[in-house]
Nanobody, 122 residues
């Protein structure tokens, strides 16, 4: 079992930055691949970024590539998402999730946090 709690969301102007964190508890955190997903009102949940258990590889959605950076600190049991040059279309609830294998689809993830709201004003 892995418990995930996101933080760091908020209101920011377009062009600004935010850093999301996802604190994990439970066994074997460092063996899980981790991902970020987001869901805007009226939209389906979509993949944002994912990182392997050892940070050796990462994947990004085309919409965030070059602006967002995913990272993890296994010693602190924490996942991060650095979001730069934010756009109004980045507004959504952001979720972190854990999977046994790195995946870009939500079907591959077994554990989910409760989400944190990110709002980007124009």
């Amino acid at each position: 079992q892995v418990q995930l709690v996101e933080s760091g969301g908020g209101l920011v102007q377009a062009g600004g930055s935010l850093r999301l964190s996802c604190a994990a508890s439970g066994r074997s955190f460092s063996t899980y691949a981790l991902g970020w997903f987001r869901q805007a009102p009226g939209e389906e949940r979509e993949f944002v970024a994912a990182i392997a258990w050892n940070s050796a590889s990462a994947e990004y959605a085309d919409s965030v590539k070059g602006r967002f950076t995913i990272s993890r600190d296994n010693a602190k049991n924490t996942l991060y998402l650095q979001m730069n040059r934010l756009k109004p279309e980045d507004t959504a609830v952001y979720y972190c999730a854990a999977a046994l294998i790195l995946s870009v689809t939500d079907l591959g993830y077994d554990y989910w946090g409760q989400g944190t709201q990110v709002t980007v004003s124009s």
